[in-house]
């Protein structure tokens, strides 16, 4: 039998079980920085495979290694996966719902953890295929600033090992449960949060000859800074930005607040233009404000960087994946503009983010950060093989360039 079909048959034989980790910890979310529940749960399975977990790594992240049955020393490939959950209410209907009100996996990060999980219990079980070793990270905190692989490294992630190559993937899904996608060179956006203050002069609504109403200050920045994304930004380079939230501080139908408070985001590719996107926000947001008789506070909190997969590890990641797939199945994918802070391990080392499709045939579309989005669930006897075969490939495309 060879490689891929040992895999395979792996895959297959635990799905049930990676299935029922999955559904633990669908039932049990955790927020970003709150995973307690969630690395004791990931340490203890890791420990069961006869593996020594390192946990409280950037306060709620774990990693382990496996040294290879060749050469342990030689050579050092990285999985990663995400575990955190969302602020959002469950609207699937499962039996398997999450049991923390208000919170749920909308991200698809239960589906991440227990794939790499399947994964590597499979590779525990071919330790003697394995020539280097390999580093399992476990990652708290993905979506809320600063991260959590930046926490992790800055806790010590990578003191004594720093990994050669290391590979993640996210679910896709408006992409069918058997299909995977990857990218070249530029694939997400840089990301950064922006926050306004705007205080003007409050008071009675039937007065506003003696007020200065933030709200219409506010509007009009609004409206203004349409014109950083038509009108500033390189016509080639892809730029988003963003008001997400606008709320005044004591207004109501007949007062005038003294305060309005904003929040958006500014994502791209490029290094200087995001700096010079930054600072067009800040002229026009405090001109507008000065030129209207009011104040103007903007905090800019300095982000995720662009996701840029290396060209040869994304080269092997999409061949392997047409040897385990076929060739059918595997997508060359466009820029998006979400952003993962996966792209601070990519600061240090070569890698590739890669998608995997979740979505099931026939049903309706349900996109990530929703109340009801369904993961098919064969979605991770795929990742837990795929996710094996191209680390063992990784390291073995290395001993072949030696």
């Not at 139908?253 to 233009?273: A, H, L, S, Y």
């Not at 040869?312 to 979400?338: I, K, S, Y």
């Amino acid at each position: 039998m060879n490689l891929i079909d040992t895999i395979k048959r792996l895959a297959h034989e635990q799905r049930d079980e990676v299935i029922e980790w999955r559904r633990w910890m669908h039932r049990h979310p955790e927020l970003s920085q709150e995973e307690y529940g969630t690395m004791a749960f990931v340490a203890e399975r890791l420990t069961e495979m006869g593996l020594e977990p390192r946990t409280g790594i950037g306060k709620t992240g774990v990693m382990a290694m496996l040294r290879g049955a060749h050469e342990p020393d030689s050579y050092c490939v990285a999985l990663r996966a995400d575990y955190d959950a969302l602020p959002i209410t469950e609207d699937t209907g499962l039996d398997f719902a999450s049991e923390n009100p208000g919170v749920m996996h909308a991200c698809g990060h239960d589906m991440h953890t227990c794939s790499l999980l399947g994964a590597v219990k499979i590779l525990v079980q071919l330790r003697e295929e394995i020539h280097g070793s390999l580093m399992f990270i476990f990652e708290p905190s993905e979506e809320k600033y600063p991260g959590g692989a930046r926490m992790m490294m800055e806790d010590g992630l990578f003191d004594e090992v720093l990994p050669n190559e290391i590979y993640s993937f996210h679910c896709l899904p408006e992409m069918d449960c058997g299909k995977v996608g990857m990218r070249k060179g530029r694939y997400m956006a840089s990301t950064d949060e922006l926050y306004w203050t705007i205080t003007g002069r409050g008071g009675h609504g039937a007065t506003p000859h003696l007020n200065v109403d933030p709200i219409v200050v506010a509007s009009h920045i609004v409206i203004a800074l349409q014109q950083v994304v038509s009108r500033n930004a390189p016509p080639m380079m892809p730029t988003v930005l963003t008001i997400g939230k606008i709320e005044d501080v004591g207004g109501r139908t007949n007062i005038t607040p003294e305060t309005v408070k904003m929040q958006g985001i500014i994502r791209t590719f490029d290094p200087q233009w995001r700096l010079d996107a930054h600072e067009r926000i800040r002229k026009i947001s405090c001109g507008v404000a000065e030129a209207m008789g009011a104040d103007c506070d903007l905090f800019i909190d300095y982000g995720y960087p662009p996701v840029i997969n290396d060209d040869a590890c994304t080269q092997q990641v999409h061949d392997n994946a047409v040897a385990f797939l076929g060739a059918d199945n595997v997508e060359w994918l466009d820029l998006r503009m979400t952003a993962e802070d996966f792209s601070f391990y990519q600061q240090k080392i070569p890698s590739c983010y890669f998608r995997v499709g979740i979505h099931i045939p026939g049903t309706p579309f349900s996109n990530l950060h929703r109340p009801n989005l369904i993961v098919d669930e064969r979605s991770l006897e795929l990742a837990n093989g795929l996710v094996a075969y191209n680390a063992l490939m990784a390291l073995n495309n290395r001993i072949k360039k030696q």
